[in-house]
């Protein structure tokens, strides 16, 4: 198994851009979640989703993130227009029902300059 | 408002010695506790889990101990070794909950030869 898989690894953007991350979870784990890791918040939860379908986006900071799941190994969040205090480590993490020792994947680092 | 805290960035101890990791929770909805470790550049592994009925959780060098009344849990890892150097985070779900995880901060502990 090959684990939770998020790309990129690093992304350096200007403000004002688009970004995409992108994830792809453990084949068979229905819940899917993007945290977001700040010096001053810490680990913090964006949005999760149940087979495909958000649950609780209530993490989500503002309009300019948004997250998607076409598909059960797919996931992305998107951050339009970029500004540097999104500068954090995105993580991407799958879980079985019942599960609660997530399995998180590698982080993307996005820095926002 | 952090609902789990762990009040120490770091702890430094001797090979062979006993660690200890603090965290403290503020919700009395919570019903299962987590321990996670993360090594720099990847993302957080699960480590041992507890859940509100018990007080205490082993396995193998590591044990984590619940105090319900105190709201406060810790993580002792015996014997510690270098290979346990890394940031440890105690996360918290509450009851009903599958989804949001919430953490602490992180301790960073190193463990000198």
């Known amino acids: 198994d090959a684990g939770v898989i998020q790309s990129p690894r690093h992304e350096v953007t200007e403000m004002g851009q688009e970004v995409t991350l992108r994830c792809k979870p453990i084949s068979g784990h229905d819940y899917l979640f993007w945290y977001r890791q700040t010096m001053m918040r810490g680990l913090e939860l964006l949005i999760y989703f149940n087979n495909n379908v958000p649950i609780d986006d209530s993490g989500m900071p503002e309009d300019r993130f948004s997250a998607k799941m076409p598909n059960a190994s797919f996931s992305t969040l998107k951050i339009q227009p970029s500004e540097p205090r999104d500068s954090a480590v995105y993580f991407c993490?799958?879980?079985?029902?019942?599960?609660?020792?997530?399995?998180f994947g590698s982080g993307t680092r996005l820095t926002v300059v | 408002d952090q609902q789990v805290k762990q009040n120490s960035p770091s702890l430094s101890v001797q090979e062979g010695r006993i660690s200890i990791l603090n965290c403290d929770y503020t919700n009395s909805m919570f019903d299962y506790f987590l321990w996670y470790k993360k090594y720099p550049a990847e993302g957080p592994t699960f480590l041992i889990s507890i859940s509100s009925i018990k007080d205490k959780n082993e396995d193998g060098r590591f044990t984590v101990f619940l105090n319900k009344s105190a709201k406060h849990l810790s993580l002792h890892i015996v014997p510690s070794q270098p290979g346990d150097s890394a940031v440890y985070f105690c996360a918290a779900k509450a009851w009903g909950s599958q989804g949001n995880l919430i953490f602490g901060k992180g301790t960073k502990l190193s463990v000198k030869p």
């Open positions: 993490a799958s879980s079985l029902p019942g599960n609660y020792g997530y399995t």
